[in-house]
């Protein structure tokens, strides 16, 4: 990721504006897709047997609506930009406003990206769960060749997202190997569902059709496995 972030900023400055736009666009739409490939777990039989044929997509709006509230109150949003540009002032100084936004939105796009998605948590959990770490591979991979496109847009904001990818990745593999196999299946599936709403979220900011404060809802994905457990119990 940080090499691939390096080559997109050493291009980014020689591509057109126009280029850059349509990399963004061709991201947005491509991050469109795996969001929906996510959020259709909430089909799968083995949540539909855990909870009841209507249950799964009450889960998944629940947990959006429950864990935006919280993000909100918490302000997650503000406080990821607010690290954003405390490290864009560390790593590039204050500059001008447009620069230290662009930043910003690099740092909590790529962030949002990286993170939110089923590879991310997946990923994790199987390496932390000593099932081997293949799905990590794959996503450093994939995330690699996203970074070239997502630096070359919005420069070396990017490249300071890693510090949440290690962060994030690292502490959902270290509570995976703490809770073992303690969470059941149908629970990861509500889990990745909801990351896929999110996602769905990231893409409509990547391709400018609104601004969705996509780090508010970001408890969403502990709200969904809870709401899981709490349906489970009811049935």
Do not use: Y
């Not at 739409?29 to 795996?34: C, F, K, M, Q, R």
């Amino acid at each position: 990721m940080l090499v691939g972030s390096g080559i997109g900023i050493a291009v980014g400055h020689r591509l057109p504006l126009r280029i850059r736009d349509t990399v963004t666009d061709a991201l947005g739409l491509v991050t469109l897709l795996i969001a929906g490939l996510s959020a259709s777990d909430v089909t799968d039989p083995v949540l539909r047997d855990a909870v009841g044929d209507e249950a799964p997509v009450l889960i998944v709006l629940g947990a959006v609506v429950v864990g935006g509230i919280i993000g909100s109150l918490v302000g997650v949003e503000r406080r990821l930009e607010t690290v954003g540009g405390w490290l864009r002032d560390r790593l590039a100084g204050a500059g001008a406003t447009g620069e230290r936004q662009r930043f910003i939105e690099g740092f909590l796009t790529a962030s949002l990206v990286f993170c939110v998605g089923p590879l991310t948590i997946l990923g994790s959990l199987e390496d932390g769960l000593g099932n081997g770490s293949e799905q990590l591979i794959l996503k450093s991979i994939l995330d690699g060749f996203a970074s070239i496109a997502f630096a070359a847009s919005f420069g070396i904001g990017v490249m300071a997202s890693a510090l949440s990818v290690l962060i994030i990745q690292g502490s959902l593999t270290a509570l995976a190997a703490a809770l073992g196999s303690f969470v059941p299946e149908a629970h990861l599936l509500a889990l990745t569902a909801t990351g896929g709403i999110l996602l769905a979220g990231v893409s409509l900011r990547l391709l400018q059709v609104k601004a969705v404060p996509v780090g508010d809802l970001l408890p969403a994905l502990v709200v969904a496995p809870l709401l899981t457990e709490l349906v489970t119990i009811v049935r």
